[in-house]
C-alpha cells in the first residue's frame, strides 16, 4: 500500500514562505486529525501568525533561550507575547537540544560535540527541518505535547518560517526514536 503526500519545495528561504508554510501545515494537519503544533518563533512574528489560525489546537510557541543575545532578556516582543497568549498559544524558553553544554565546551576548548554533529547532519536537509526536530523533543520535554503523539513542527531558516514536518516526537533524550512522518515543505536550497 503507499500513499501520495504532497512536498512542496520553495526556492528561497526566510520570511517571505511563511504564510503558505502555515497553510500547508493546517491543510495536513485537518487531513491527519493532529492537534499538536509547534513552532520556532524567537520574536513572535510567525508565532503571532500560527495562533491566529491555529486556535483550536494546542499550539506550543518555542520561543528560545532567555539570555541568548544578552543575559536575563529574550527576544520575544512584548506585543506578539500577548496576542500569542490571547490567542491560546503557549510560549515557552528553553535550551536548545542541539547546542547547550556541548557548544560550551566547543566555544571553551574547542572539539565539536555529538550534539553539533547531528545539527549539522540535519541542516544538510534545510536549518527548518533541523530546528523542526529539534523544537518538538523540547515541547516533549517541557511537557506541552506528548511523545508518541503525531504533531506538526514549523520551524525556518532565520525570520518566519518556511519548513513544516509532520512527526512522531520523543524527549530528547530518546531524540533516535523519532520518526518523521512527512516534510510537508522545506527550501529546496538552504
Known sequence: MSQRVETVYFEGKGK????????????????????????????????????????????????????????????????????????????FYHLHSFGGLGRAVKQKFGPIQIDEIIAYTLRTFSQGVKVTLEISCMACDAGLIRSEVPCIAIAGSGGGADT?????????????DTKVLEILC?????
Open 16 to 91: 517571505e514562505y511563511t504564510e503558505e508554510t502555515l497553510l500547508l501545515a493546517k491543510k495536513r494537519a485537518d487531513e491527519l486529525g493532529i492537534k499538536n503544533i509547534v513552532i520556532a518563533s524567537y520574536t513572535g512574528y510567525a508565532g503571532v501568525l500560527a495562533s491566529e489560525m491555529f486556535k483550536d489546537y494546542n499550539l506550543v510557541v518555542s520561543a528560545g533561550m532567555v539570555g541568548f543575545t544578552e543575559p536575563n532578556v529574550h527576544r520575544m516582543q512584548d506585543e506578539n507575547k500577548k496576542k500569542i497568549e490571547a490567542n491560546g498559544g503557549k510560549i
Open 164 to 176: 513544516a514536518v509532520v512527526l512522531i516526537p520523543q524527549n530528547t533524550h530518546r531524540f533516535f
Open 186 to 190: 522545506k527550501p529546496r536550497i538552504g
